[in-house]
């Protein structure tokens, strides 16, 4: 690679320490890029069916793309993927903040780790150099501590730390890894990969800037967009009140905030966790991620019985309404604290949020017992319990060791019928948004290849009529607006391109804040950025075309380690009414349901039995090499 990357892949071998360097040929940049295809490219051709999850076997995957680094506003991102302890298929996520841009300045452009240390160690990556340091020190540390004694270590104040704590180290299946204390890679529990190879953290400092093709174009976009965001309605309300600044009390509202287990849309409470009292009493100032204007990072801070740190950041609206509305509590503190715990513990806080609402259900229904959660009364409600339980669940203490599990574990330990309130996709809980009141997004959680994920396409509410992504729909080739709650033919083709323009991003590292419909930078602005960065002659059709082999490479990787079409489903509560909220008395229909599944296979080229790509489909894409790894010839 001349432009854009460094052209150079680090391989680890955490077994006997060593590590090499490849350099893969620029034909297989240009097909994958970087991000989750990269991985994904990977994760077929070394991981096997049958492979371990939490075996030394398993592929971690750190892989940085083509636009990380050039300035563009949201491309300071990273995909973290590997075979998912939580799901058994594919395990993948992203996060934004500095560690990213950081990785390419020292050199590389993804990272392969493979194998077990015998005792723990962190890698030190710093200007082509590799080093794999003893973390006796660290292990059992905290993110915060174990960063400070990282640094120190080094005697590098600017290093950039991607770590895991407790959590991950006790392989609790949705732990995750966080860079800088406050960036993500959150669902499917990657960090818990780590934990297995002993793997505390990895540390990434350069001065090697990639170069980039033509810098005058890339100047001008970055110049245009910083210029005229405050002016785009989306951009300005991210930038004002971050995802917490508005949320909570529109989807409440609406009637589709999830509450009480996904029973009900509307929360009593709403207005004690919205954005505007987080703004009023517990924010301090904006955070960001490398390059990025926007600023829609929240950080909070709190003197009270609880002791807020705000080294950690603040709460998304995915934790407050995980910690917030999903389990009935309403002290705000609480919600700041329990964001604080799972950036410390490196605890997923969807995933962590919707386990131990699901354990209050089955307290609720006498399926658990004071007994079985160590005398806690895990009512709904009970924030205190609900903090004690965070705490057990990273440490897998008592009741803890049983959630750590996952929810859909933890069901079939529990049975009499707690299946039925273990709210997951393929093994992972779902993400703080209701299907019943989204039409496409019920299709986001069933199939996508990682497991319930809200993050698979853009919510339907966008593209309804008078909203502000329907005038940026032309460029797809959708002309009319869509209503958000219904699921008709005309939806599910929506969907199927919209999936493709959130998956893209990716693999180019790019953020869903800052590019794509219904944001300030187009697709086709997207495609002209990649060219400026890389030099190649690049289109919207093959932005699109690598966006479509994206999902199908994520499928097959999940095909491969077992998914078929029936597991393309929703709990059945979506498929039962609303008991609150605006929409009270809304359900999905099965059968509507299983129809746009059908339309959605013949629209992507699966196959409507089995949901596996078809040979034609993933020869028409370049990827015919996969038919022999999923037995098509």
């Known amino acids: 690679m001349k432009y854009g990357m460094t052209g150079k892949i680090l391989r680890i071998d955490l077994t006997d320490l060593t590590y090499a360097v490849e350099e893969p040929d620029e034909y297989i940049y240009r097909t994958y890029y970087g991000g989750s295809a990269l991985a994904c490219y990977y994760l077929l051709n070394e991981c096997p069916k049958g492979t371990d999850p939490m075996g030394p076997d398993n592929l971690l995957i750190f892989a940085s793309s083509p636009l990380v680094g050039s300035g563009i506003p949201g491309s ?4 973290v993927a590997a075979i998912s302890p939580l799901s058994g298929i594919y395990g993948e996520a992203e996060a934004g903040g500095w560690w990213s841009p950081e990785l390419k300045r020292a050199g590389y452009d ?3 780790i493979k194998g077990k240390a015998e005792k723990p160690v962190y890698l030190w990556i710093h200007d082509g150099q590799v080093e794999i340091r003893n973390a006796g020190a660290l292990w059992g540390k905290g993110t915060g501590d174990a960063q400070d004694i990282i640094k120190n270590d080094l005697g590098v104040k600017r290093v950039s730390v991607a770590a895991i704590g407790p959590a991950g180290e006790n392989q609790v299946r949705f732990a995750c890894v966080v860079n800088g204390l406050k960036h993500t890679n959150g669902r499917g529990g990657l960090g818990a990969v780590m934990g297995s190879k002993n793997l505390k953290a990895i540390a990434v400092r350069g001065k090697q800037s990639p170069d980039f093709h033509d810098k005058e174009t890339l100047k001008r976009v970055i110049e245009w ?14 930038h004002d009140g971050g995802t917490i600044g508005w949320d909570v009390t529109e989807l409440d509202e609406a009637g589709i905030l999830p509450t009480y287990n996904f029973r009900s849309g509307s929360f009593e409470k709403a207005d004690d966790i919205c954005g505007e009292t987080f703004h009023k009493q517990y924010f301090i100032e904006a ?3 490398q390059g990025c204007v926007i600023r829609c990072k929240r950080v909070a801070r709190s003197d009270g019985p609880y002791k807020v740190d705000p080294a950690y950041g603040g709460p998304e609206y995915e934790t407050a309404a995980a910690f917030g509305s999903l389990c009935g509590v309403s002290d705000l503190e609480v919600v700041c604290k329990a964001h604080e715990l799972c950036n410390k513990y490196t605890l997923d806080s969807i995933s962590t949020g919707a386990t131990i609402a699901f354990a209050m259900e089955c307290f609720e229904n006498g399926l658990l017992t004071a007994k079985d959660t160590d005398g806690l009364e895990l009512k709904f409600g009970n924030q205190k319990a609900m903090v004690e339980c965070i705490h057990k669940v990273a440490n897998r203490e008592g009741i803890g060791d049983l959630l750590a599990e996952g929810s859909r574990r933890a069901s079939e330990t529990i049975g009499g019928g707690a299946k039925k309130l273990a709210m997951h996709v393929k093994g992972q809980e779902l993400a703080m948004h209701e299907p019943r009141g989204k039409g496409s997004l019920g299709l986001a959680y069933a199939l996508s290849s990682t497991g319930a994920n809200h993050t698979e ?6 593209f309804q009529e008078g909203a502000l992504g329907v005038s940026d729909l032309p460029e797809l080739g959708i002309l009319e607006p869509v209503p958000a709650i219904e699921l008709t033919p005309e939806k599910v083709r929506y969907f199927a391109l919209m999936q493709l323009t959130w998956n893209v991003f990716n693999t180019l ?9 219904g944001k300030l930078l187009k697709m086709n602005q997207v495609a002209q950025a990649v060219e400026a960065a890389t030099g190649w002659n690049v289109t919207l059709w093959e932005i699109m075309k690598l966006a479509e082999r994206t999902v199908t490479l994520k499928r097959a990787v999940s095909v491969l ?19 609150g909220g605006l929409l009270k008395g809304m359900a999905l229909e099965q059968e509507v349901f299983e129809k746009s599944l059908d339309l959605y296979y013949d629209m992507r080229g699966w196959d409507r039995n089995t949901g596996i790509p078809t040979a034609g ?14 037995g098509q010839q």
């Open 561 to 579: 380690h077992g998914i078929t079409r029936k597991d393309d489903c929703l709990p059945d509560r979506f498929f039962q009414p609303l008991e």
């Open 225 to 238: 967009y910083a210029n005229n965001f405050m002016d785009h309605p989306i951009e300005r309300v991210l």
């Open 110 to 112: 993804a990272v392969l």
């Open 509 to 517: 590292g790019l953020c869903i804040f800052t590019a794509g419909p």
């Open 287 to 289: 955070g960001s991620c």
């Open 76 to 79: 300071n991102r990273y995909s």
């Open 617 to 630: 489909k993933l020869v028409e894409l370049g990827l015919g090499w996969v038919n022999k790894l999923l």
């Open 457 to 462: 396409g853009p919510h339907d509410y966008l």
